[in-house]
């Protein structure tokens, strides 16, 4: 699935005043690909992630979903079958065990109940979770364990587009290149197109497109591309 941005452009405006977040981008992001967007505080990136996955719509272009307009699209439905997020907070359900936020997503798709929590407590160990820590509840596991289930949740359901903020922001090395290593390979080997903001050099290195958000305008980062496959 190829999203595109055209012109696209968000803008927050309250009562006191607007604030332009993102200005006139124009880019694809195509299957099989990592794509990296760094860029210092403030400068867009979660707001051109919230636009590309189709939470808001953009105040000005417009984002095209294989050629068809978002705003035309069932957009609750195109981010159940199709697109995965990680949240840059974790957005994990508090009042729901870690194996439950886990298969939540396939429980949406109505999953055969056995099946679903068989791929999520895969998913769970494929990320260094461990069994007993399956009937917890979030607030009871550290930062970096709470970011690897947010991590498992969006991976369950095979999306064809994973978009994440900051995936390794909370992670020690060790498990921020267990994590860059399984999305490498959902791109690589999977067809996947996975977007990563990051402000962390090493987690761009990961990717073969390299993007720079500066004052709500995405640049493409040639210097970064150099030597990668
Ligand atoms: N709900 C909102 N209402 C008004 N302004 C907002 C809102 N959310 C973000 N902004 C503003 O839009 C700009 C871009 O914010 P955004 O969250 O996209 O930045 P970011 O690059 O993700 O930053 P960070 O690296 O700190 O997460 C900032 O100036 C921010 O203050
Ligand atoms: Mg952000």
Do not use: W
Not at 71 to 97: C, G, K, M, W
Not at 132 to 154: C, D, K, M, Y
Not at 184 to 203: C, F, K, M, N, Y
């Amino acid at each position: 699935m190829d999203l595109k941005l055209e012109q696209a452009g968000y803008c927050y405006r309250s009562k006191y005043q607007t604030v332009e977040a993102v200005k006139d981008v124009t880019c694809t992001f195509s299957p099989g690909t990592f794509y990296a967007i760094m860029g210092k505080s403030g400068s867009g990136k979660t707001t051109l992630l919230s636009i590309l996955a189709g939470l808001m719509l953009p105040t000005s272009g417009q984002v095209l979903v294989d050629g068809i307009s978002i705003a035309e699209l069932d957009r609750p439905r195109l981010r159940l079958e199709h697109i995965s997020v990680i949240y840059q907070d974790f957005n994990l359900f508090p009042l729901l065990t870690v194996e439950e936020n886990a298969v939540y997503p396939l429980r949406l798709r109505r999953q055969r109940e056995a099946d679903a929590l068989e791929r999520a407590r895969e998913a769970l160990l494929s990320l260094d979770l461990r069994p007993e820590q399956f009937r917890r509840l979030p607030n009871t596991l550290s930062g970096g364990e709470q970011q690897r289930v947010a991590i498992a949740r969006a991976l369950v359901t095979g999306s064809d587009v994973i978009l994440a903020d900051e995936p390794t922001g909370s992670l020690d090395e060790e498990n921020s290149q267990l994590i860059l290593d399984i999305l490498r390979r959902l791109a690589r080997e999977q067809g996947r197109s996975i977007v990563v903001v990051t402000h962390d050099p090493v987690a761009a290195e990961y990717a073969s497109v390299v993007f720079r958000m500066r004052d709500g305008h995405l640049l493409e980062d040639p210097g970064a591309q150099e030597g990668r496959a």
